[in-house]
């Protein structure tokens, strides 16, 4: 009722408009204006019925579900991704806690060998050492004993050579035989014949 | 204006024309496959592509179109749970098929030289129609007569009840109409405006020195484009959101 009341209302503009374009508004002679015209109505209902019916088949059964679907697998795929990441990243923190562990007890290990290495070190070097001053001490009272006796033998010499001499002297001065033996009782008496070998 | 200009000046009315590209009928009743329908064949189309096409590798990570599909998924799935509620969901197909239908028509509809098929009442009050019988079928098989407490407001005393009873009936009955003019006639307002601009700017081009003021309602004209592709848009969630409402009155007829 109210509808053909405007369109009778849109019409009559139609067809002031068409007065008003002379040339252009031959068009509307017959109908009016053009969403008004009932011989419009039932073949845009039929293709609206036809095109709007097939895209509600192919939205309801392939489209949406399809794009819910994939919304779905995308929720499930971030939610188990980030499950597992979580889980990951629990088992490095307990790794590196582990690392962490096995690098102290391994420094603690490495410090006891060095130390360890350091006391054989030095004992053996002790030893090492007290051999050889042992060995040295040994060399130097060999070389004192030896240094003695030669001195000893030296001197022994010496005072049989003056003795000798002496006796050849009394010969020369006197013309008679001295006996060895006085001569070294003498020189053994003599404080002043030792004092000259001393001073050798 | 001279007869000349008169005869120049183009006809807003024009777009509306429907031309029977395949004249044929059946039973008697005229079926001809007009340029209107060839609109919405290609408003389907577009529907289909962006739908089916663009989802068919089905990517975890989408690409452009892809993405398009999802937020427009999930953008109606989140205003029918809204308006509708839970329950709502099982009309979440109809309305998502309503809303990308109307949507994309009316964005091709702006492209020029294209037919607007929601500036079309008969279209419009199909879609509303539509949507009113939904909600009354499924009022009265979910709830019986139950359905009619939707007349009955609660808590409210019997005196007032005389008066609002018949306010409430006759805004129900209103609705269909109101449903369908409102996307109707703000793509035909829209494109009428558009086209009577442009006029203005042939008129000027044809009228001498005024021809320097030509650029002015060409400037209009891409404002008012800016302001129908956002119509374009609202219009199309309007007519998806009240379809929810009225779902949810349906679903929940006690106020």
Request: aromatic share 8%; net charge negative; glycine share 6%.
């Amino acid at each position: 009722m109210s509808m053909a009341i405007i369109s009778s209302a849109f019409a009559a503009e139609g067809e002031q408009a068409t007065h008003e374009t002379v040339g252009a508004g031959e068009a509307h002679h017959e109908g009016g204006f053009p969403p008004f015209q009932t011989e419009n109505f039932a073949p845009q209902i039929f293709w609206l019925v036809v095109i709007f019916g097939l895209l509600y088949a192919l939205m309801s059964r392939i489209a949406l579900p399809r794009v819910g679907g994939i919304i779905e697998n995308r929720g499930a795929k971030i939610a188990s991704d980030l499950g597992a990441a979580r889980e990951m990243q629990s088992k490095a923190q307990a790794a590196a806690a582990a690392n962490d562990e096995n690098l102290r007890r391994r420094r603690e290990e490495a410090q006891a060998i060095g130390r360890d290495a350091q006391h054989k070190i030095a004992a053996e070097t002790a030893k090492q050492r007290t051999i050889a001053e042992s060995q040295a001490a040994e060399k130097i009272r060999a070389a004192d004993e030896r240094i003695a006796s030669a001195k000893a033998k030296a001197l022994a010499n010496v005072e049989q050579i003056a003795e000798e001499a002496a006796a050849a002297i009394v010969e020369k001065l006197t013309g008679a035989k001295v006996d060895m033996s006085t001569i070294s009782e003498n020189h053994a008496t003599s404080s002043t014949a030792k004092e000259t070998l001393n001073a050798f | 204006m001279n007869p000349e200009e008169a005869a120049a000046k183009p006809n807003p009315i024009e777009q509306f024309e429907l031309h029977r590209l395949w004249p044929f009928e059946i039973n008697g009743i005229e079926t001809s496959f007009t340029n209107a329908s060839l609109f919405m064949l290609l408003a389907a189309l577009g529907v289909v592509a962006l739908m089916i096409l663009a989802t068919s590798k089905k990517a975890i990570v989408p690409g452009r179109v892809q993405a398009m599909a999802e937020m427009l998924y999930e953008f109606v799935a989140g205003m029918v749970r809204q308006t509708a509620g839970t329950e709502g969901m099982k009309f979440f197909p109809f309305v998502f098929t309503l809303f990308s239908f109307i949507l994309i028509a009316n964005l091709i509809g702006l492209v020029p030289y294209t037919y607007s098929v929601t500036s079309q009442i008969v279209v419009t009050f199909a879609f509303a129609a539509v949507v009113i019988s939904l909600v009354v079928c499924y009022g009265l098989y979910r709830h019986g007569f139950g359905f009619l407490n939707l007349f009955v407001p609660h808590g409210v005393p019997l005196p007032v009840l005389v008066v609002l009873v018949p306010i409430e009936i006759i805004s129900f009955l209103s609705r269909p109409v109101s449903l369908s003019v409102r996307l109707f006639a703000n793509i035909l307002a829209g494109h009428i405006t558009l086209a009577v601009f442009g006029g203005f700017v042939m008129m000027l081009l044809g009228a001498g020195v005024w021809a320097a003021l030509a650029p002015v309602p060409l400037l209009a004209i891409v404002a008012l484009y800016a302001l129908e592709l956002l119509v374009a848009c609202l219009q199309a969630f309007v007519f998806a959101v009240l379809t929810c409402v009225y779902l949810n009155d349906a679903i929940h007829p006690g106020h």
